[in-house]
């Protein structure tokens, strides 16, 4: 099954059960899904570490907040009518033309210059 086929029958089950869901309601949901991902104890603590990550996603909930971000990614994008394919592509291809730092910030994100 494909990542399409996967989205579509997302986006079914939440038409069917999610009738009166706004793009701000999704948003709203969207951030809570994320931040769920984000307190996870072991992620805050070895964020840093790449291959301390690894183990995140079998030791922790993190891989299945990950999957409720996407249910509100898919949500947003079905309600708005946005070619989420086309839009990845089209948003990679100006990104790699963007100059981006060496190391990430105090944040921990990489934040491509002005
Ligand atoms: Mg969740």
Redesign the pocket.
Known sequence: MSIEDVQKEIVLWQSDNFPGSTLVGICNHMI??AK??QSDSRWVEHYQKYEDCRLIATES?FA??LA?VMFTVFHAAHLAGVDLEHELRSKLAKNKLRTWPKEPGEDGCYHHEK
Request: no cysteine.
């Open positions: 809570k899904e769920e991902a909930e299945e907040e409720d």
